[in-house]
């Protein structure tokens, strides 16, 4: 049985498309990790919503629920039938404090998205400079 069966075995779920992973303002208990298949994840804004990702094979999500003990921040929607790890609080520091590899890359994933948040904030900034 290969690495990837082994923690599908134990962590993993099918999520049929249209599935909702987690919806924004619920409280996070665990964070996903997408071994195969495609999510989108919106953001209310205002009346309607705004889609903030589509993440796909590799790509994991609701961290930072995890980490800060938080509500989460979006909601997440599956949008093709999809393996997904579902991984607690424990696993996950286990995770991050006995697999170094995985923690450098979930720190550069976020170092990433800190750094594309940043940008479009820069833009916006650029488009709609405050007025003083």
Avoid: Y
Avoid at 35 to 54: N, S
Avoid at 89 to 108: G, R, V, Y
């Amino acid at each position: 049985m290969s690495r990837e069966d082994q923690l599908f075995w134990k962590f993993g779920k099918n999520f049929a498309k249209g599935t909702i992973l987690c919806r924004e303002g619920d409280p996070g208990h665990e964070m996903f990790i997408i071994q195969k298949g495609k999510v989108r994840v919106k953001k209310k804004v205002g009346k309607g919503e705004k889609v903030l990702a589509e993440l796909s094979d590799g790509e994991f999500i609701g961290e930072m629920a995890l980490l800060l003990g938080m509500d989460r921040s979006a909601t997440v929607e599956v949008l093709e039938d999809s393996k997904v790890l579902v991984v607690g609080p424990d696993t996950f520091e286990s995770l991050l404090k006995n697999t170094p590899e995985i923690a450098m890359k979930m720190l550069k994933k976020m170092a990433q998205r800190l750094r594309a948040l940043d940008d479009r904030l820069e833009t916006h900034l650029v488009e709609h400079p405050p007025t003083d």
